[in-house]
């Protein structure tokens, strides 16, 4: 079970590791969650993303440590095992000759898979998906539906720092990240109760 659970973090956490630097970082683009707001902090102050994402987790986690420990634990290994290797693939100086708005719709497919294949399995990227997933449990609503509109959010909060044309790439990512992440947990969220895992 815990190697099940670790293998499926490292595929997970690859996918979206790759999506960011491959397709989302070279044009500026930004996605949801609290890796969008790594990579918003990674664009204005030059830290490393996914260092910047787990950062800011820690607080979320330890107020969900009360909710229910077991979950918490495996998605801190969870978030640590995406910020390692956000930050590992960044390393590697290859980028893809590819046009934005294919690179926003590859990127929030790929994002989409990763976040998507976790959720199948109880386990989030980081905090702002460790409560989509909670909320999504007490009010029976999808949680790519829930994780949707949070990214939303967190996309208008970048609005001032970004371009048109980025703003616009990073809705088409979010997008297809929710949709994505909707198709792959859809018969998952509707045979789980909200107390169960």
Known sequence: MIVQKLWIM???GLLIALAINLFILPYHITE???IGVGLLLKYLLHVNAGAAMLVISIPIYAVAWWYRRRL???NIISALIT???IDAVHLIPYKLPLHPLASAIIGGIMIGMGVGIMLRHSITTDGIDLIAHLVSRIVRINVGIVIFFLDVLIIGAG???MTEKQFLLSLITITGVGFITL???HNHTQHHSPVTD
């Open 159 to 161: 609005y001032f720092i």
């Open 183 to 185: 198709l792959l947990t």
């Open 83 to 85: 910020a390692l290797l």
């Open 32 to 34: 949801g969650g609290l």
């Open 10 to 12: 490292t595929l997970g």
């Open 72 to 74: 918490v634990i495996y």
